[in-house]
């Protein structure tokens, strides 16, 4: 079968390009990006992935200057497109400003891989560094304000080069891209999901041979997916299911997963109210990264109590679960990569028994767009296949904790220099002494969010201000909107971890929303609406204070926020305001990158 190769940097989105190419029906595979030009020999053409290191760092990796000589067409992205420059003689400099999400190219030239494109495209950008000389026989075919080549080609030998992410459904011009990349490979279309699900249920049965799989589920579309490919394979008594209650759920969630899992025929399942264990190993806990770590460790430790409890031989079963690709490129999976945030499925001891070849991931190469296609193959009901993820450690990484106010490096020269921006907006600018969790330039951030307020402002000017503050201020990652009160004159941050009240603010909190989505019939548009508690008490309030962070994405490694309409926003605030132990509503108004979807 013809073949492209992916060289992985480390970047978060190296995967997602294989899965394109894939989904445009040419196999590819990834490989790691020092991999020597003498086992490329075979590809038909050679992407370069994003990744988090600079290039000129003589640490960083290096793509082998020989696969430039095999004389297929190469596509650079990001890194790649650094690399490419870095390895033929061009120059690659820190940028003076970084973009992280949207921005505009202004394209000059429409030729090759570019063909088809309009003059101007929107793009999606995560970068610090950037190409600021092309090496010889290239040309300038495009760039944005703040990165001047954006793009550049050598059309002779067929190398391409991007600083944006063409691999991201928010760059839409993208598609086009790798449709012209890949026809001037002349590799032939021979590839789809149909066949690799075939694919998979040969490996499902390979591996565990006469053994049984024992499945953690939460009732959430991968994990069910999961079990009812794990049981067509290997049939119903083979298959067993734990659902663990970790006290993070949504309100009255555990009823309606047993009744969800119950009506696709899973019966054999064994539900575990582990809420006591959880609430006492995450006492005091303010970490998020901390928080990770326990709350996967006690999954696990779950597991191994519930089996012997069974009497299950350790020899006889497999773990089973449900994770999938951004599980494990965000938990730093590859060799190169930084890790963004530990998913409960992927801690250390998990990886260790994957090493032993005891754990079974059969959806562990795809992501929630095709695990979705799998589970309509399957035969999932579409409330199911539908159902807006959530995240394994539930409530407990939207329940936000602290030890106190935590000090902001320079804040008063930090927020001077941001207000001279809100003020082209006439908003008010702060910055909240907390932090948050994101995702920069391939790489872990652990910052503060900006707060604006003060007037009604449109979508459009709040996500051109959002962009401009975390582009240009190393000190934030995130940008919330401040919708009640109306003025935010203090901030307040007492020491709070996850107790069973918190937990219990953030589920009315969770379910008062979740139930207006429906009413409001908005709840398909959005793709995963998390409510977040903070530990900020705004004005001298008693009340901590509410996130709202509605998404739109297709397959979580990129987001856009969600503009809910704004006489249904008013309607909602209305309702969460009226909640005891509520003072402060903010709306969330970051992209991924530069923030990650949770907070944490
Ligand atoms: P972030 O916050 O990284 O989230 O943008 C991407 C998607 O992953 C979900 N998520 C998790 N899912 N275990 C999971 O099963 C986890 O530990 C975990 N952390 C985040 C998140 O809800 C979003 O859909």
């Not at 991931?361 to 539908?386: A, I, N, S």
């Not at 995963?528 to 903070?534: C, R, Y």
Request: charged residues 25%.
């Amino acid at each position: 079968m013809d073949k492209i190769a992916v060289l992985d940097f480390g970047g978060q989105y190296a995967h997602l390009i294989a899965n394109r190419v894939r989904r445009m029906g040419v196999y590819s595979e990834i490989l790691d990006g020092t991999a020597p030009a003498q086992k490329l020999k075979d590809y038909m053409g050679i992407i370069l992935s994003g990744g988090p290191a600079s290039v000129n760092a003589p640490e960083s990796p290096k793509a082998d200057a020989g696969i430039y000589e095999l004389g297929v067409p190469v596509l650079g992205i990001c890194y790649g497109h650094q690399m490419t420059a870095y390895a033929l003689g061009g120059e690659v400099e820190p940028g003076v400003m970084s973009e992280y999400g949207p921005a505009v190219v202004k394209f000059q030239q429409k030729k090759g891989i570019f063909e088809g494109l309009e003059n101007e495209e929107k793009v999606w950008m995560s970068h610090f560094d950037q190409v600021v000389k092309v090496p010889e026989g290239f040309e300038i075919v495009g760039g944005t304000e703040d990165c001047p080549i954006a793009a550049m080609a050598d059309y002779k030998r067929n190398f391409y080069s991007m600083q944006f992410h063409p691999e991201v459904t928010h760059t839409p011009c993208g598609k086009q891209i790798f449709e012209n990349f890949i026809a001037l490979t002349g590799a032939k279309r021979e590839w789809n999901l149909d066949q690799y699900v075939e694919k998979m249920m040969e490996e499902i049965k390979m591996k565990v041979g006469g053994k049984k799989v024992f499945l953690m589920i939460s009732g959430g579309v991968d994990s069910t997916v999961a079990f009812l490919l794990l049981e067509k394979v290997l049939g119903s008594d083979r298959v067993y299911g734990l659902f663990v209650d970790t006290g993070f759920m949504r309100m009255n969630e555990r009823k309606e997963v047993e009744e969800a899992l119950k009506s696709v025929g899973i019966g054999n399942l064994h539900v575990y109210d582990a809420s006591e264990e959880y609430f006492a190993a995450l006492k005091e806990i303010y970490e998020p990264e901390k928080k990770r770590q326990i709350i996967g460790d006690l999954f696990l430790d779950i597991q191994e109590k519930v089996s012997e409890r069974l009497g299950l031989n350790p020899d006889e079963w497999f773990l089973g679960q449900g994770t999938i690709y951004p599980d494990t490129i965000e938990t730093g999976g590859t060799r190169h990569a930084d890790v963004i945030k530990t998913h409960h499925n992927q801690v250390e001891r998990i990886k260790k028994l994957d090493e032993a070849g005891k754990v079974i991931e059969p959806l562990k190469q795809l992501y929630k767009d095709e695990v979705r296609l799998v589970g309509e193959r399957l035969g999932l009901p579409e409330h199911l296949v539908w159902r807006h993820p959530f995240p394994g450690p539930g409530l407990a990484v939207r329940c936000l904790c602290a030890k106190g106010l935590d000090n902001i490096e320079s804040k008063e020269s930090l927020e001077a220099e941001m207000q001279q921006i809100a003020d082209r907006f006439g908003m008010k600018i702060k910055v909240l002494p907390i932090k948050s969790v994101g995702v920069q330039g391939d790489e872990r951030t652990y910052r503060h969010p900006a707060l604006v307020y003060g007037k009604p402002l449109s979508w459009d000017d709040l996500d051109t201000l959002s962009s401009r503050l975390t582009n240009q201020f190393k000190g934030v990652n995130r940008v919330v909107y401040g919708l009640s009160p109306d003025a935010f004159d203090s901030f307040v941050v007492d020491p709070s971890d996850l107790s069973r009240e918190r937990i219990s603010t953030i589920q009315q909190a969770d379910m008062i929303v979740m139930n207006y989505l429906a009413e409001a019939k908005i709840n398909r548009e959005i793709w995963q609406f998390p409510t977040v508690l903070l530990p900020l008490k705004v004005n001298n309030q008693s009340g901590e204070s509410l996130v709202l962070r509605p998404v739109c994405s297709e397959e979580a490694m990129t987001a856009n926020f969600y503009r809910m309409d704004f006489e249904k926003l008013n309607e909602l605030i209305k309702r969460l305001i009226g909640l005891k132990g509520i003072s402060a509503v903010f709306y969330d108004v970051t992209n991924k990158p530069p923030g990650t979807i949770e907070w944490e």
